[in-house]
């Protein structure tokens, strides 16, 4: 027993030596420059040959206070940037903590695939940074003084956060699903598009893709429904009334389900979306008993099935490209690495849709 102490003594010396020798720096954090967030644009004067222009969003710690600066790095190769980056920042650089990555439009509609590597293949990056598409130059957007914050970074931060409980928006728009979905058979990256309107810093939809490039920038009800269709257990609110002074809001959560079937060589997809909420506003009715939440019920499932319809529709006709990710359910169904052009098959199959609402709650001062 005496052995095993000394043991343990002798055990315990030698990792507090190892400790001292190679422990943690004692840095402070004024000596970081810490990212809050990125920013990548492209050079559209050098299609053949483009340049990367990198914003980096940096917290600037001073005696009791803390701001924000931008710093711009250029490179025509993607990894150039790094080095140009530290040629004009005067501290140990702190890659892992960027709470968004801002890609523009024009830089996306070139391709995504090449910028996701690079940040991806570094074993430091924040994975868990949201990927958001803007209009513009992110470098305008990252530039934007708002007040009570310290970045434009922290209040798209908390934008991204929001959305999630009132536009049905989801959670994966992070880097590292970003990097997974992208190359699953069957599946299309959305991302959360956002702009400068009215000089404010604003979400206004949803960034469509084909492949690895942006094709289509979707407005906040075509986002939606399709996001409604395309991801399940989202949280949002529908309106429907007579007038801006007569109308209904319903706040909901939803829940998603996709059957897929073959006839012949034909593939058929039956979307069943259920919707449980409560009545937030209401001046359509006086008095919301039972037969009026029912006939309200119909009414916002007539609507909402409609919304959704005209989607399919126009997702076939005009994007032509599987935005619902139902090639990713018929491939995991009846069989994967068949060189199946997804896109193609899925805007020439039937796709049903049926929508059915529960009320549960009609709020404060309802009958």
């Not at 790094?82 to 501290?91: G, H, S």
């Amino acid at each position: 027993m005496k052995n095993f102490k000394i043991i343990g003594i002798i055990i315990v010396c030698l990792l507090f030596i190892v400790y001292i020798r190679f422990g943690v720096e004692d840095i402070s954090i004024e000596d970081y420059a810490v990212a809050i967030g990125y920013g990548v644009d492209i050079d559209d004067t050098l299609r053949d040959n483009p340049e990367y222009i990198i914003t980096y969003a940096i917290y600037n710690y001073g005696t009791g206070l803390v701001s924000s600066m931008n710093k711009i790095a250029t490179g025509r190769v993607i990894g150039k940037y790094r080095e140009d980056r530290q040629l004009k920042i005067d501290k140990a650089f702190k890659i892992d903590t960027p709470k968004i990555i801002l890609m523009s439009e024009d830089t996306v509609s070139q391709g995504i695939d090449g910028f996701v590597n690079i940040l991806f293949n570094n074993p430091k990056i924040n994975d868990r940074g949201v990927v958001i598409i803007n209009k513009g130059r992110s470098n305008d957007i990252l530039s934007q003084k708002i007040k009570g914050y310290s970045s434009a970074s922290e209040y798209i931060d908390g934008i991204m956060k929001n959305a999630y409980g009132h536009n049905f928006y989801s959670k994966k728009y992070t880097l590292l699903n970003l990097y997974i979905k992208r190359k699953e058979e069957g599946k299309n990256l959305a991302l959360p598009y956002i702009e400068l309107k009215d000089d404010e810093i604003q979400l206004s939809g949803m960034a469509l893709f084909k492949g690895e490039s942006m094709i289509a920038k979707l407005d906040m009800d075509e986002s939606k429904v399709m996001n409604l269709m395309r991801e399940n257990n989202l949280k949002g609110s529908f309106s429907f009334g007579e007038s801006s002074d007569k109308y209904i809001d319903y706040y909901c959560k939803s829940k998603r389900k996709i059957k897929c079937r073959k006839e012949g060589e034909d593939f058929v997809f039956d979307i069943d979306v259920k919707l449980k909420g409560e009545i937030t506003n209401n001046t359509l009715y006086a008095e919301l008993d039972n037969n009026n939440i029912k006939i309200i019920e119909k009414e916002l499932e007539k609507n909402i099935k409609k919304q959704c319809e005209e989607f399919i529709e126009k997702m076939k006709s005009t994007y032509k490209v599987d935005a619902l990710e139902l090639g990713y359910i018929a491939a995991a169904k009846y069989g994967r690495e068949t060189n199946e052009d997804w896109n193609h098959k899925i805007t020439k199959s039937k796709i049903n849709v049926n929508v059915k609402v529960s009320i549960d709650k009609i709020g404060r001062g309802g009958a």
